[in-house]
């Protein structure tokens, strides 16, 4: 299987932000993965720092070089394509912008 998402030290089913850092380019590979372009990611947090080693993702959205996207792992990467391919991750999306906010603060005069 492509990516290697099992290997995020904080596994579980979700969806993951990274920065595109290449193409993977493949002389033969499976028939279901023809026609499909596979990048290599940066697994990197919602703030952009760095997470982990890079993975190869199909990708199902057009992302270029050095953009932030977000992707999915496991059996939730295959089911973005009707032909239902061996892959282990997959961007499904461009990322314009994150607003992070500190969920931790208390409102400005509220107690307890």
Known sequence: MLGGCGRLRDWRHGVYAGKVIGRVVCSSKYETLEGKTLLLVQPVTWDQKLKG????????????????????????????????????????????????????????????
Not at 74 to 81: C, K, L, N
Not at 87 to 104: K, P
């Open 53 to 112: 080693d890079p993975i190869v993702a199909v990708d199902a959205v057009g992302a270029g070089g050095t953009e932030f996207v977000f992707y999915v792992c496991a059996r939730e990467a295959a089911v973005a394509f009707d032909d239902v391919p061996p892959i282990d991750a997959t961007i499904l999306g461009i990322i314009d912008g994150v607003n992070l906010q500190d969920w931790t603060m208390r409102p400005a005069g509220r107690k307890g």
